[in-house]
């Protein structure tokens, strides 16, 4: 979040967020009114050399952008988020040159002698930055690392993981460290905490999982009520505040899920051993005690430091099974656990139903995953079902992360709060005259109630995609906070992460003031002037992280589409603008801009804003937000990480117009050259889509 700088009111200082296409976001200070701070969009021309992560100086500019938010302008690059940086090497003119990946600078940068550091042309290398280049002068840099052939294995993850700066190696003393947390436990030894140990708990995950932080209890009370005990492993038994590995931890700020690769927040011997919830081993947990009525209703919640010895551990597919037919595993799964399994199935129901009835939104859009060969190469690409199975626990870790969120709030700490502000009510409205052009009807777009009954009624037809990323794009991005904002589609005026402390931050902070609590001492809270400082960093670690993923995927998806050229394949629209449509592969999720000109080359196409269609003025063809396309592959780039996408003629729907009220609200983008090309202003960029995924995390309530 930005703050203040000097000369004068419209000129502020802090760290500024570039997208793929070289925009740039930047957070405005708190507002007066105490409502979320703004952001400034800043055109690719007008970042000046900022990059990702960079602290800069802004000027706010008088114009908006065509949403209506404001625009600014890089005056200064203050401080540098990294000086390292991953491209392809080559030699001229007696020179090694880097051209760095995703075309991040105009030009190549030099690094000096020929075969420095032993490198080969078309090797890919790390390189520092001694100097950025500017206006007037190239960049200069120097080789530090050779990675090696981009099409050998595990070249492509090295590239990654130096390209977002990811911390793979521990450092001796956090080790060190490690070792002597773990020379302490002892699973004989129970003093001080509450034995669970005969209780009967399960964990479910997915099947390849290492790091299990969270497993459960259920029990049926007499009034016909439930006591759910949600046990999270205590990391903050092993993590000492200020410590070397608090240190590293916080600096890490969260696990990173790379395609066949993790990279812990934690040292393995802690984040895969001693914490993890294993199965038939004590383990030592914080709980949160959560007694429910029959309906569902929370009467009461007690934290308590215990100790569990998971009895089943599960992958979510067994549980699917299992439920469908209980009696079907009769011998296989003890009743005890079949029984708990049934009962956590039906509270979760009850308790998923009051949710929503309260205003909470889900959005339906397909997960993705890949598989990998033994030498890292897609071999696979499919569509994650999210079942009942995925529903229990995250209606469980929903309830543990409200629960101590309340319980924080009510004693009246400043903690790390997860916030999801509320979308501007101008968003909303062009949200509701977009689904008005598909058919729907949302006379109350500020309802969550007529939001979710809408995603509902679209869920199971072809009009499903056109809906949930026309939503999405309304929303706002989640963050960490001491600020009281609330979460917009949880429906909660309070709510934080607590859930998964062996791989986020944010809920190691919260266990140490749960821990107090639950030994009968005073919490402290962070202070507001902390609570900014550390939800910056935190939310900043957790989009390197997810970035960091999401390259990686782009990336081998690349590889693996580049034998595939010519090939036509299904596609969804999930972005227009006038200068062309955002096309995203259905089984293959890579996206590409269409431009308009390789649209028609003899129509000439308006865009209207609030329908997010192109429309072609000859052809009456057309292109909308969600609509079901084919492209075919033409070409994909190594160097800049993009594929081109060509518009089949089969696709886009005839909508003809029926009279001027379209035209009022269209701008129009010539596909084909006209004498007054000269004249007319196009975007080169792409807007960003907010929203998240995950693989592990992403199905957990935790991960909101």
């Known amino acids: 979040m930005g703050r203040r700088g000097p000369g004068g009111p419209a000129i502020f200082e802090g760290p500024v967020q570039r997208t793929a296409r070289g925009a740039g976001f930047f957070r405005l200070p708190p507002r007066n009114d105490g409502g979320p701070p703004l952001e400034l969009f800043i055109r690719s021309s ?21 949403g209506g ?19 392809r090497y080559f030699e001229r003119d007696d020179r090694g040159w880097v051209r760095v990946d995703r075309r991040m600078f105009d030009g190549p940068i030099a690094v000096g002698d020929p075969a420095a550091k032993g490198a080969r042309p078309g090797d890919q ?34 590239t990654v993981v130096h390209e977002y700066g990811l911390r793979v190696e521990f450092p001796d003393e956090v080790l060190e460290a490690a070792r002597e947390a773990a020379s302490g436990f002892d699973e004989e030894i129970v003093a001080g905490r509450v034995d669970f140990t005969g209780l009967t708990v399960v964990t479910i995950d ?6 299990f932080d969270d497993a459960i209890s259920l029990d049926r009370l007499d009034d016909g009520g439930w006591r759910l005990g949600v046990h999270i492993a205590d990391v903050s038994h092993f993590v000492q505040p200020g410590g070397a590995l608090d240190r590293e931890a ?3 700020g969260t696990s990173t899920y790379l395609p066949g690769q993790v990279i812990p927040m934690l040292p393995e011997l802690i984040s895969n051993g001693l914490a ?25 919640v007690e934290f308590t430091r215990a100790a569990i010895r998971v009895t089943r551990r599960f992958g979510y597919e067994e549980v699917s099974e299992i439920l469908a037919d209980p009696e079907r595993f009769h011998g ?7 029984e708990l399994l049934v009962d956590m199935h039906r509270l979760s129901r009850i308790l998923r139903s009051r949710r929503f009835d309260a205003g909470a939104l889900e959005l339906h859009l397909p997960e993705i995953r890949i598989e990998l060969d033994d030498q890292g190469r897609v071999e696979d690409v499919h569509q994650v079902v999210h079942d009942e199975s995925h529903q229990v626990i995250e209606e469980f870790m929903l309830a543990a992360n409200l629960a101590v969120a309340k319980e924080l709030s009510d004693r009246g700490l400043v903690f790390l709060r997860r916030v999801h502000p509320s979308p501007s009510p101008s968003k909303l409205r062009q949200f509701a005259t977009f689904v008005s052009g598909l058919g729907f009807r949302l006379d109350r777009p500020q309802s969550r109630h007529a939001l979710q009954k809408l995603i509902d009624s679209a869920s199971a037809g072809p009009l499903s995609h056109a809906v949930n990323y026309a939503l999405l794009r309304s929303f706002k991005q989640a963050e960490y906070t001491g600020r009281r904002d609330g979460h917009y589609a949880l429906a909660a005026e309070d709510y934080c992460h607590f859930t998964s402390p062996i791989r986020r931050y944010p809920d190691l902070v919260i266990h140490r003031m749960i821990a107090a609590i639950a030994t009968g001492k005073r919490p402290r809270g962070l202070g507001d002037a902390k609570a900014v400082r550390l939800g910056r960093s935190c939310s900043m670690a957790e989009r390197r992280s997810e970035q960091a993923e999401r390259a990686l995927v782009q990336l081998k998806l690349l590889h693996y589409l580049a034998g595939r050229r010519g090939e036509t394949i299904d596609a969804v629209v999930v972005g227009v603008e006038k200068f062309g449509v955002i096309c995203r592969g259905t089984r293959v999720p890579v996206e590409a801009l269409v431009h308009v000109k390789e649209l028609d080359g003899n129509d000439y196409f308006d865009f209207d804003r609030d329908e997010l269609t192109l429309t072609g003025r000859r052809t009456g063809r057309s292109f909308r937000l969600g609509d079901p396309v084919q492209v075919k592959i033409v070409a994909v780039d190594l160097d800049e990480r993009s594929i081109r996408f060509e518009m089949d003629r089969r696709s886009g729907l005839t909508r003809r117009s029926d009279g001027g009220s ?16 000269g004249t007319r202003k196009r975007s080169r960029g792409a807007k960003k889509r907010r929203g998240g995924r995950g693989g592990k995390k992403g199905r957990r309530g935790g991960q909101r």
């Open 46 to 66: 007008e970042m000046h050399g900022a990059m990702n992560g960079d602290v800069v100086r802004v000027r706010k500019l008088g114009r908006r952008r065509g």
């Open 69 to 87: 938010g404001q625009c600014g302008e890089v005056v200064e690059v203050l401080e540098r988020s990294t000086t390292r940086f991953v491209g």
């Open 125 to 158: 290398v790390v390189l520092e930055m001694l100097s950025f280049p500017d206006g007037s002068r190239s960049g200069e840099g120097v080789l530090v690392e050779v990675l090696g052939r981009r099409d050998e294995p595990g070249v492509d993850q090295q």
């Open 206 to 211: 997915p099947s390849d999982a290492r790091d």
């Open 250 to 252: 916080r600096l890490r």
């Open 276 to 300: 993890s919830l294993q199965q038939k081993r004590v383990r030592y947990v914080l709980s949160a005690l959560i007694d429910f009525s029959e309906e569902g209703i929370v009467r009461g």
């Open 332 to 338: 296989r799964v003890a009743a005890p656990v079949r």
């Open 662 to 677: 379209r035209r009022r609200k269209t701008s129009g983008s010539r596909s084909a050259k006209r004498s007054d090309a």
